[in-house]
């Protein structure tokens, strides 16, 4: 994404998600048979690092299979969000050490000796714990080689493949797996309603899918070069109540940050009211691609 390369995470404003945080406890999480699919590439008691983990929606429920996972994410708001949510499910909850309190998305460089043995430490064990790290994708600070899964959700349009690539491939451990789940919405009589009103409100919008296919390519091309690439789908669909479907909305990167207070007002009690008076859908098709690394030959 332009202007990612030099953003800090302690400069809240450059986060965009910062500023969704609460909007995006509405949004529906993600369906059991995908989680469970993820677990499986995992392996069991394996460890996972969720890039960009948001809120927690993936995090979380692999947590709670038992797996060991890292959940790295620069919106310190959504990491707020995601401890409280474990917590409040019963999952142990450890911060990473301040080793990236000043890492920037261009901090692709070795670590020093000092940072490397704190980056070692905050790898998640094998001990089913929930690590949080205040850290871009692109500059995680965490160890080598430390990770049987990594997992891009919903986050790949705003990564900069070329770091993010480079990070993964260095945080996968030998047979590791990389896996990228892209959202596609359906259409629905509530989504079919919604794009006008997020066209009229914000003339450059683009609510329909973007078309992600270099950055997936530079990713596998790096993370896990020369291996074969899977692909399956998974279809949900939830039906959002009144208060739940003007947080969705809001929760959009081009409606909540992006609209003016008395514009967003209007856009919400719009959802509000649609879902009051004839319900709101909120379906989705969730495409999982992935691809395992290689193990050495001995």
Same mark, same amino acid.
């Given at each position: ?18 500023? !969704?945080? %609460? @909007? ?8 059991? /048979? #995908?989680?469970?699919?993820?677990? &499986? $590439? =995992? *392996? ?97 600070? !965490?160890? %080598? @080689? ?8 919903? /986050? #790949?349009?705003?990564?900069?493949? &070329? $770091? =993010? *690539? ?97 514009? !967003? ?11 009051? /008076? ?21």
């Amino acid at each position: 994404m332009p202007g990612r390369r030099d953003a800090r995470v302690e400069d809240a404003e450059r986060w965009v998600f910062n500023r !969704l945080a %609460a @909007a995006y406890q509405s949004r529906p999480g993600y369906p059991a /048979a #995908l989680v469970d699919r993820l677990a &499986e $590439l =995992a *392996g069991p008691g394996g460890r996972v690092v969720d890039l960009g983990a948001g809120t927690g929606d993936l995090a979380i429920p692999l947590a709670s299979r038992g797996l060991s996972v890292a959940a790295v994410e620069p919106a310190r708001r959504m990491l707020d969000v995601l401890e409280r949510r474990a917590a409040e499910r019963g999952i142990a909850v450890q911060a990473s050490p301040a080793v990236q309190e000043s890492a920037s998305v261009r901090a692709t460089a070795p670590l020093d000796e000092g940072a490397s043995r704190a980056a070692s430490a905050a790898a998640p064990g094998h001990d089913n714990t929930l690590l949080t790290v205040h850290a871009a994708a692109e500059a995680t600070g !965490l160890g %080598a @080689a430390s990770f049987d899964l990594a997992i891009v959700a919903d /986050a #790949l349009h705003w990564l900069d493949p &070329e $770091l =993010a *690539g480079a990070e993964i491939a260095r945080l996968l451990a030998p047979g590791g797996a990389f896996a990228i789940v892209e959202v596609e919405l359906l259409p629905s009589p509530f989504s079919d309603a919604l794009w006008p009103q997020l066209q009229a409100h914000n003339p450059k919008a683009r609510p329909r899918a973007l078309d992600l296919s270099g950055a997936r390519m530079h990713l596998f091309s790096l993370t896990t070069p020369g291996a074969e690439r899977l692909a399956e789908t998974f279809d949900c669909e939830h039906t959002l109540s009144p208060d739940a479907a003007a947080s969705v909305v809001a929760s959009l990167s081009f409606v909540g940050p992006a609209l003016s207070p008395a514009a !967003l007002e209007s856009l919400t009690r719009w959802a509000a009211e649609h879902a009051r /008076a004839g319900g709101a859908v909120w379906r989705r098709r969730l495409h999982l691609r992935w691809a395992r690394r290689s193990r050495p030959r001995k």
